[in-house]
C-alpha cells in the first residue's frame, strides 16, 4: 500500500495472491481448553515449490496452553492426495473455528494469522485499488462484496484491528464471540495431488 507524500490517495496493488499464501500457520480454538492453539505443517518436509502445495501437506494441531495436538493427513483418491478447501471460518485441516474472528457489519470477519490481517487492512484502507490480469485465484477478488465498500471502510479496518488485538492473545477467556463451533457439513474436497513428493 503506498500513499503519496500524504495528499494523494492510498493505492493497493493486487499482485493476484491467494488464500493458500497465508496458510502456512493458522490460529485456531484448542478443541480441548478453547485458548489459542496453531496448525502448521509438520516440522522436517521438503521446501515448498509454491503456495498450493500447503493444501496437501501433513498437519500439526499443537496449543501451548494445555499441551494438546492432533495430527492431520491428506486423504487419498485415484492415487492423488486430496486437497483441503480453504475458505469460512474453520481451517480447513481440522475443522476448528479460527482464532482471529470478529463481528463486523452484521457479519463475520476472519483471517487464518497476523500476516492475513495485514494484507486484508492493506487493501481495506486503499482508496484506490488496482487489479492485476490473468490471476485466477487471487484472493482480493473474491472477498465478499461488503467488505469492498468503501462506505464500510472504517468499520472493516476497526475490525482488522480487533483482530490484530486477538492474535497476541491465547488465553480461552480472550477468546472472540464470534469463534465458536457451526456443526456444519464438512466442505467437499475437490483438488487432488499426484506428484511423488513425501508427505
Same mark, same amino acid.
Request: charged share 25%.
Given at each position: 500500500?503506498?500513499?503519496? @507524500?500524504?495528499?494523494?490517495?492510498?493505492?493497493?496493488?493486487?499482485?493476484?495472491?491467494?488464500?493458500?499464501?497465508?496458510?502456512?500457520?493458522?490460529?485456531?480454538?484448542?478443541?480441548?481448553? =478453547?485458548?489459542?492453539?496453531?496448525?502448521?505443517?509438520?516440522?522436517?518436509?521438503?521446501?515448498?515449490?509454491?503456495?498450493?502445495?500447503?493444501?496437501?501437506?501433513? !498437519?500439526?494441531?499443537?496449543?501451548?496452553?494445555?499441551?494438546?495436538?492432533?495430527?492431520? @493427513?491428506?486423504?487419498?483418491?485415484?492415487?492423488?492426495?486430496?486437497?483441503? @478447501?480453504?475458505?469460512?471460518?474453520?481451517?480447513?485441516?481440522?475443522?476448528?473455528?479460527?482464532?482471529? @474472528?470478529?463481528?463486523?457489519?452484521?457479519?463475520?470477519?476472519?483471517?487464518?494469522?497476523?500476516?492475513?490481517?495485514?494484507?486484508?487492512?492493506?487493501?481495506?484502507?486503499?482508496?484506490?485499488?488496482?487489479?492485476?490480469?490473468?490471476?485466477? !485465484?487471487?484472493?482480493?477478488?473474491?472477498?465478499?462484496?461488503?467488505?469492498?465498500?468503501? =462506505?464500510?471502510?472504517?468499520?472493516?479496518?476497526? =475490525?482488522?484491528?480487533?483482530?490484530?488485538?486477538?492474535?497476541?492473545?491465547?488465553?480461552?477467556?480472550?477468546?472472540?464471540?464470534?469463534?465458536?463451533?457451526?456443526?456444519?457439513?464438512?466442505?467437499?474436497?475437490?483438488?487432488?495431488?499426484?506428484?511423488?513428493?513425501?508427505?
Amino acid at each position: 500500500m503506498d500513499r503519496e @507524500q500524504g495528499t494523494g490517495p492510498v493505492r493497493h496493488l493486487d499482485r493476484g495472491e491467494w488464500l493458500a499464501r497465508f496458510a502456512g500457520r493458522i490460529l485456531v480454538v484448542c478443541p480441548r481448553c =478453547g485458548g489459542r492453539a496453531d496448525v502448521l505443517p509438520r516440522p522436517g518436509l521438503p521446501a515448498l515449490e509454491y503456495y498450493g502445495e500447503l493444501l496437501f501437506r501433513p !498437519r500439526r494441531l499443537t496449543c501451548g496452553g494445555c499441551g494438546a495436538s492432533a495430527g492431520w @493427513q491428506a486423504d487419498r483418491r485415484d492415487g492423488g492426495l486430496v486437497a483441503a @478447501q480453504l475458505g469460512g471460518t474453520e481451517d480447513p485441516f481440522f475443522r476448528r473455528p479460527l482464532w482471529l @474472528q470478529t463481528r463486523c457489519a452484521s457479519r463475520v470477519l476472519w483471517a487464518y494469522n497476523e500476516e492475513h490481517v495485514e494484507a486484508l487492512a492493506a487493501y481495506a484502507g486503499a482508496t484506490l485499488r488496482e487489479g492485476g490480469t490473468g490471476f485466477t !485465484r487471487a484472493m482480493f477478488p473474491r472477498l465478499p462484496r461488503w467488505m469492498k465498500e468503501s =462506505g464500510r471502510r472504517a468499520a472493516v479496518l476497526a =475490525g482488522l484491528e480487533r483482530l490484530r488485538a486477538l492474535s497476541a492473545c491465547s488465553d480461552p477467556a480472550d477468546r472472540s464471540d464470534a469463534a465458536h463451533e457451526h456443526g456444519g457439513r464438512p466442505r467437499r474436497y475437490r483438488a487432488l495431488y499426484f506428484r511423488g513428493r513425501p508427505y
